[in-house]
């Protein structure tokens, strides 16, 4: 298999190259680094298997050159900061839906005709934390960055269905694990180290969702990508168990021995989220790829425990 992955030096592109490349793949990565870290692919560079891009999904032209003669196409490059799209409303539209029919017109060009593409949860809105399965509707995101997700979902489905591509879109909870250089987690053992007295913490802490970890959440697209072969397959990946801002905070203190720094709650907005658009409950019904044989490791918790100890051992 040959196997074009865009945003595949990013935190959780690269994870997927390393299991790509020990299944025997032959593997392009695609990345502008902006977010991506060549560090996260390097030790791939001598094998003969791997080649490395470095290129924009905004830029057409070497984009639809560099697609030719790959089987599968796994589009995980986006905007990672969903809040930034406050500040910058056009990011998360040129980012992540412009860059997807970038995307998804290289592939028509060049006959590509299978797609791995990373959603969020993101694209149900707000539901209360009532667990929400792949049927839940209507879908109405409250971010710029849960509605552009959700605009990618439909030109992925549109392009399936007008030319034969055969995709597998999956909506992730919130991934963790090694290599995280953005989110909750990372943004608190940054501000711990840098004042180990004071936590500040967006939102009220009650915010609550599942965590799923990097392991867990590439063997999930993996085992759907062999066993499910609809022209369109939409997969929930996410334990189904959560975890609140409070717990992580709790946990983050344990593990940086700073139990009696004080932590200061913002407030939150919209129900208690950390910035308008933070859907501060969700839980996500994964029934369905759990009937092919997906069964995560670690708990929402345990992912969390995990991420935190695998960042402090590697300096973060």
């Not at 900061?81 to 017109?105: C, H, K, M, W």
């Not at 060049?110 to 993101?122: A, C, P, Q, Y």
């Not at 879908?139 to 509605?147: E, M, V």
């Not at 990372?186 to 970890?213: A, F, S």
Request: proline content about 4%; hydrophobic content about 40%.
């Amino acid at each position: 298999m040959k196997a074009f992955v865009a945003g595949g030096a990013g935190f959780i592109g690269s994870h997927l190259v390393d299991r790509l490349i020990a299944q025997g793949a032959e593997v392009t990565v695609y990345d502008n680094l902006t977010s991506g870290k060549e560090e996260f692919i390097q030790q791939h560079n001598e094998n003969p298997r791997f080649k490395f891009i470095k290129g924009d999904l905004l830029e057409p032209a070497l984009l639809n050159k560099s697609v030719v003669g790959h089987d599968l196409v796994c589009h995980l490059a986006a905007n990672p900061q969903a809040s930034e799209g406050i500040r910058q409303t056009r990011l998360d539209l040129e980012q992540n839906t412009i860059a997807t029919y970038n995307v998804l017109e290289s592939m028509r060009i060049n006959n590509v005709g299978k797609i791995l593409f990373t959603s969020s949860g993101t694209v149900y809105g707000e539901t209360a934390g009532a667990p929400v399965n792949e049927e839940h509707g209507p879908l109405l995101p409250i971010s710029l960055y849960g509605a552009s997700k959700l605009a990618c979902e439909g030109l992925t489905s549109a392009f399936a269905s007008l030319f034969g591509v055969r995709a597998w879109i999956f909506r992730l909870g919130n991934v963790v694990g090694p290599r995280a250089t953005h989110g909750v987690i990372y943004d608190l053992l940054q501000k711990i180290k840098k004042d180990p007295t004071v936590l500040e913490v967006l939102g009220d802490g009650h915010q609550t969702k599942p965590y799923v970890h990097m392991n867990d959440c590439v063997d999930g697209m993996l085992l759907c990508l062999r066993r499910a072969q609809d022209p369109i397959n939409l997969f929930n990946l996410a334990p189904s168990t959560t975890t609140t801002v409070k717990d992580i905070v709790r946990i983050v203190l344990d593990s940086t021995s700073h139990k009696d720094a004080r932590v200061r709650y913002t407030g939150g907005v919209r129900g208690g989220g950390g910035w308008p658009g933070d859907v501060t409950r969700v839980q996500l019904d994964c029934t369905k790829a759990q009937r092919l044989g997906w069964n995560p490791k670690f708990t929402s918790n345990g992912a969390v425990a995990q991420t935190i100890r695998s960042l402090l051992e590697h300096g973060s």
